[in-house]
T-cell receptor, first 113, second 116 residues
Framework: RKEVEQDPGPFNVPEGATVAFNCTYS??????FFWYRQDCRKEPKLLMS???SGNEDGRFTAQLNRASQYISLLIRDSKLSDSATYLC??????????????FGGGTRVLVKP | GAGVSQSPSNKVTEKGKDVELRCDPI?????LYWYRQRLGQGLEFLIY????????KSGLPSDRFSAERTGESVSTLTIQRTQQEDSAVYLC??????????????FGPGTRLTVT
């Protein structure tokens, strides 16, 4: 089983609609969680961190379910510019001052007019 | 300010040749990571440097892969006797990453390696 698993998609979303997808992780010692965004042939960029209580950043809402070991991302009022691959990232502290990120394979989202 | 830079941006090499990829992290970032991303795949962790600590090499796929870092600056990833399965984008990231707290990793644009 992969450490971090995502539905690869694509999720075809009409402009203005809401889309949500999950990411599951296998290491219960995982400490922090993130969503990165990667555009085609570009490097990943941090979209948002995911906090235990859930957090919102504009049209984006992230949630964490530690009991079931998954995180989710919801995008409201989708824009054409939201088309990208969304990478779920899980962090495990590997030593006193170090971190190891494990990336999921990504969920591709295509927003269409 | 300047972000993470990588060179070359593209590299085409023949099977069996050695290649060297370079990463210049953001100034002041103590942590540096190398990842590999095959076409249509997620990021695969290769190696992690943190300050003067011994690097975490647990992600290197074989002994053909090695990496060095000079202090808290430039890093080079070397692939010896390249194979076709080494073809991928090699991404470098750096972060402040100190005190046990996670800081955002900033990625370079990557080096696209094609082994023919």
């Amino acid at each position: 089983r992969k450490e971090v698993e995502q539905d690869p998609g694509p999720f075809n979303v009409p402009e203005g609609a809401t889309v949500a997808f999950n990411c599951t992780y296998s290491n219960s010692a995982s400490q922090s969680f993130f969503w990165y965004r990667q555009d085609c042939r570009k490097e990943p960029k941090l979209l948002m961190s995911v906090y235990s209580s859930g957090n919102e950043d504009g049209r984006f809402t992230a949630q964490l379910n530690r009991a079931s070991q998954y995180i989710s991302l919801l995008i409201r009022d989708s824009k054409l510019s939201d088309s990208a691959t969304y990478l779920c990232v899980v962090n495990v502290m590997i030593k006193a001052a170090g971190n190891k990120l494990t990336f999921g394979g990504g969920t591709r989202v295509l927003v269409k007019p | 300010g300047a972000g993470v830079s990588q060179s070359p941006s593209n590299k085409v090499t023949e099977k069996g040749k050695d290649v060297e990829l370079r990463c210049d992290p953001i100034s002041g970032h103590t942590a540096l990571y190398w990842y590999r991303q095959r076409l249509g795949q997620g990021l695969e962790f290769l190696i992690y440097f943190q300050g003067n600590s011994a690097p975490d090499k647990s992600g290197l796929p074989s002994d053909r892969f090695s990496a060095e870092r000079t202090g808290e600056s430039v890093s080079t990833l070397t692939i010896q006797r390249t194979q076709q399965e080494d073809s991928a984008v090699y991404l470098c990231a750096s972060s402040v990453d100190s005190g046990g707290r996670f800081y955002e990793q900033y990625f370079g644009p990557g080096t696209r390696l094609t082994v023919t």
